[in-house]
């Protein structure tokens, strides 16, 4: 998103993050802007029960977390590195001036922003039915688009866990394994080497 020349030349430290450290909590203030170096970031949130629901999975070069940085407000959900993460971490102000002084650069946050906020308007709309398959399709479909997954001879690799697959579309992950297999023997996913194609 940001060029890591830029982010420095304004004040960005890298730091580590061990898989399933907590880079910031929900309700906590935000400080800095996020952008991974390299990694995968999750944010999610947990309901009365315990059980997980996943707000979205970021990516290299993506940021995370910027929503309520520029409203000064607390955030809605954790953000969990799923993998050993390095990630770039610039002070707020830093941030705002950056953008400021980057006309480029804030069209470039703005669309992201607006990107984020149709998948999850669409996603929302998706997931208040009650079909799974259905559910599922969407969640791929929009995250081919969205996640940039990789194609390769046997189509996109959806590089979800089943787990995420249900943590982000609210069904049970047994669900989610019956479900794909179900949609492989209709011919829309490809199962290979327990990975899933579209």
Not at 12 to 27: L, P, Q
Not at 172 to 177: G, L, N, P, S
Not at 184 to 189: A, D, T
């Amino acid at each position: 998103m940001i060029t890591s020349e830029l982010l420095v030349k304004y004040g960005a430290v890298k730091k580590s993050f061990d898989k399933n450290e907590i880079i910031f909590e929900e309700g906590n203030l935000p400080t800095h802007y996020y952008q991974i170096i390299s990694g995968e970031v999750k944010m999610n949130n947990y309901n009365d029960d315990g059980r997980e629901f996943i707000q979205g999975i970021f990516y290299k070069e993506q940021p995370f977390g910027e929503p309520p940085l520029f409203l000064n407000q607390n955030y809605p959900a954790n953000a969990i590195a799923v993998d050993d993460s390095e990630i770039f971490l610039l002070p707020k102000n830093n941030f705002l001036k950056l953008l400021e002084e980057n006309s480029v650069i804030s069209l470039k946050i703005i669309e992201n922003l607006a990107q984020r906020l149709y998948y999850k308007s669409v996603m929302a709309a998706e997931m208040s039915t009650q079909e799974p398959e259905h559910r599922v399709l969407k969640l791929i479909d929009h995250g081919i688009a969205y996640f940039n997954f990789k194609k390769d001879t046997n189509g996109f690799l959806i590089n979800f866990t089943r787990q995420q697959i249900g943590d982000l579309t609210g069904l049970r992950v047994e669900t989610v394994i019956r479900t794909i297999k179900a949609l492989e023997k209709k011919g829309l996913l490809k199962i290979i080497n327990r990975k899933v194609y579209r």
